[in-house]
């Protein structure tokens, strides 16, 4: 069956950086564009970025832009978001997930995805 993994989650520190990774199985991953969400304590799961399947188009919420680089390596059935500067506000859990429509856009509802990891906490401290 389809599996994501996250990793990489952790406490850091204002103005700090972290990578997390997801890796994908189960699936033709080359065939699926691919997305990260983030979900704060009280708050709706919200958009992070995105990266398409073939072009390798890449979308940002206006919140990361600047800060966070998105990436992904077919080879190893992987994503990687980079995360930078980060801050308090970018406390979360982090989900990734997978869209099999074959669209080149880059979906930004969690509604649009099919398949999700369990996800990894990440915790930016003042």
């Known amino acids: 069956q389809v599996q994501l993994v996250e990793s990489g989650g952790g406490l850091v520190q204002a103005g700090g950086s972290l990578t997390l990774s997801c890796a994908a199985s189960g699936l033709t991953f080359s065939s699926y564009a691919m997305g990260w969400f983030r979900q704060a304590t009280g708050k709706e799961r919200e958009f992070v970025a995105g990266i398409n399947r073939n072009t390798y188009s890449k979308s940002y919420a206006d919140s990361v832009k600047g800060r966070f680089a998105f990436s992904r390596d077919n080879a190893k059935n992987t994503v990687y978001p980079q995360m930078n500067s980060l801050n308090p506000e970018d406390t979360a859990v982090y989900y990734c997930?997978?869209?099999?429509?074959?669209?080149?856009?880059?979906?930004?509802?969690?509604?649009?995805?099919?398949?999700w990891g369990q996800g990894t906490q990440v915790t930016v401290s003042s």
């Open positions: 997930a997978a869209d099999r429509s074959r669209s080149v856009i880059v979906q930004v509802t969690p509604s649009a995805y099919d398949y």
